[in-house]
């Protein structure tokens, strides 16, 4: 059984800084981990990911130079470093694991979730 756990959430002042952890458990497969982020009402979108194959890394526009994404392949454990944050960043953010290669832009590339953490940035 397949359990993908994150933590880290919280509330924080524009301008600060969080970090989300993940840690997969029960996976054979693991060819990257992704986070995505949904707020009220929207869709849920892509954030950031890492291919562990090569240690790429992938970020959406709207947080690129602003978040970093980090793991451990051999934990499957995945961070999400954010900073300068704004109340734009207010979501519930979500870490999902890749078995196996596709787009890690997508959320349909991805085989488990987790069921989220909440961000809140507060102006």
């Known amino acids: 059984q ?10 924080v002042q524009v301008g600060g800084s969080l970090t ?3 840690i997969a458990s029960g996976t054979s497969r ?4 992704g986070w995505f982020r949904q707020a009220p009402g929207k869709e849920r ?9 090569d240690s790429s890394t992938h970020y959406a526009e ?9 793991g451990d392949n051999a934990k499957n454990t995945t961070y999400l470093q954010m900073t300068s944050l704004k109340p734009e960043d ?6 999902a694991v890749m078995e ?8 349909k ?11 809140t940035v507060s102006s």
């Open 2 to 11: 397949v359990q993908v756990v994150e933590s880290g959430g919280g509330l």
């Open 20 to 22: 989300l952890s993940c």
């Open 30 to 33: 693991n060819w990257a981990m």
């Open 45 to 53: 979108d892509f954030a950031a990911a890492i291919r562990w194959r």
């Open 62 to 70: 709207s947080v690129k130079g602003r978040f970093t994404v980090s």
């Open 90 to 95: 207010t979501a519930t953010y979500y870490c």
């Open 100 to 107: 196996y290669y596709n787009n890690p832009t997508l959320r």
């Open 109 to 119: 590339s991805y085989d488990y979730w987790g069921q989220g953490t909440q961000v």
